[in-house]
């Protein structure tokens, strides 16, 4: 059984860090495009991290860029999202997702939408407080 679980989340102040952290079971991520992505109250889900495993293309939303940053351990099949300098704006639930179209996969991350081939979890909520 495919499985992605979230972690990490919590309640920061502003200027803060968080690390989100999502372990994958039942594949390997290495074989998918991984995405990391948001929502907040009343708004679209947004990509705010996307990578095509196959040739190593990475995303960045704008709204992150220079502060969010992905890594990955294969050895544990799990992925990362460091998140410093956090604001408030940054509020939302966080899922990772993977998906086994990794070409369209990483496109549609970048669209803050996946393919039907997609595998996500249940989210983990990040609030930043002024």
């Known amino acids: 059984e495919v499985q992605l679980v979230e972690s990490g989340g919590g309640l920061v102040q502003a200027g803060g860090s968080l690390r989100l952290s999502c372990a994958g079971s039942?594949?390997?991520?290495?074989?998918?495009?991984i995405g990391w992505f948001r929502q907040a109250p009343g708004k679209e889900r947004e990509g705010v991290f996307c990578?095509?495993?196959?040739?190593?293309?990475?995303y960045y939303a704008n709204s992150v860029k220079g502060r969010f940053t992905f890594s990955s351990d294969k050895a544990k099949n799990t992925v990362y999202l460091q998140m410093n300098s956090l604001k408030p704006e940054d509020t939302a639930v966080y899922y990772c997702?993977?998906?086994?179209?990794?070409?369209?996969?990483?496109?549609?991350?970048?669209?803050?939408?996946?393919?039907?081939?997609?595998?996500w979890g249940q989210g983990t909520q990040v609030t930043v407080s002024s």
């Open positions: 997702a993977a998906d086994r179209s990794t070409a369209l996969g990483f496109l549609k991350c970048t669209t803050g939408t996946s393919t039907s081939n997609a595998y």
């Open positions: 039942g594949f390997t991520f290495h074989d998918y495009a």
């Open positions: 990578i095509s495993t196959s040739d190593n293309i990475t």
